[in-house]
T-cell receptor, first 114, second 114 residues
């Protein structure tokens, strides 16, 4: 079944710098890779996603890249701001047991220092 | 739309007691998911429904856990009897048929079993 690994577990950057979070997945049949942001005490919210037929997707200061051959994908946040501080989860939609489901990484706690 | 609504927001109970968590999905969404979030295990999928029918319950930890969806606007997750290791945040999420990978999470129920 699918397994998603996420690194780093914590990341501290200076405001204005870039942040990069990386994930690897195991199931080559996985075809959908979303990123969720969870602020302290809040619900996870989808911020960007990418499908396996696309190599890169950008939305303002955030971008996601996908390398299908290497089975890894990354989240890039440019010009970080204090409000970017949160836990970020990657996920992959792959087949586990009898159905397709989203498998989440363990999360990255991002701290943006003012 | 008010989004996915969960109740209660917080639940404190004693070991051995029955706990019932409730969820109202977004109107028109065909999929409903129950996730559990802990520091040790991250976000784990417990069970999901499609059109009120349970599709995959392979993530349900043991027989003490049960979930129902009697109609399109209501689902429950029950733990009987509860144990301290069940302490976690339980999230309900829903998604529409056409974009069923995109999860809309509720605010979660913080469960503490003493």
């Amino acid at each position: 079944g699918e397994n998603v690994e996420q690194h780093p577990s914590t990341l501290s950057v200076q405001e204005g710098d870039s942040a990069v979070i990386k994930c690897t997945y195991s199931d080559s049949a996985s075809n959908y890779f979303p990123w969720y942001k969870q602020e302290l005490g809040k619900r996870p919210q989808l911020i960007i996603d990418i499908r396996s037929n696309v190599g890169e997707k950008k939305d303002q200061r955030i971008a996601v890249t996908l390398n299908k051959t290497a089975k890894h994908f990354s989240l890039h946040i440019t010009e970080t701001q204090p409000e970017d501080s949160a836990v970020y989860f990657c996920a992959a939609r792959g087949r586990m047991d009898s159905s397709y489901k989203l498998i989440f990484g363990s999360g990255t706690r991002l701290l943006v220092r003012p | 739309d008010a989004g996915v609504i969960q109740s209660p927001r917080h639940e404190v109970t004693e070991m051995g007691q029955e706990v019932t968590l409730r969820c109202k999905p977004i109107s028109g969404h065909d999929y409903l998911f129950w996730y559990r979030q802990t520091m040790m295990r991250g976000l784990e999928l417990l069970i999901y429904f499609n059109n009120n029918v349970p599709i995959d319950d392979s993530g349900m930890p043991e027989d003490r856990f049960s979930a129902k969806m009697p109609n399109a606007s209501f689902s429950t997750l029950k733990i009987q009897p509860s144990e301290p290791r069940d302490s976690a945040v339980y999230f309900c999420a829903s998604s529409p048929w056409r974009d069923n990978e995109k999860l809309f999470f509720g605010s979660g129920t913080q469960l503490s079993v003493l």
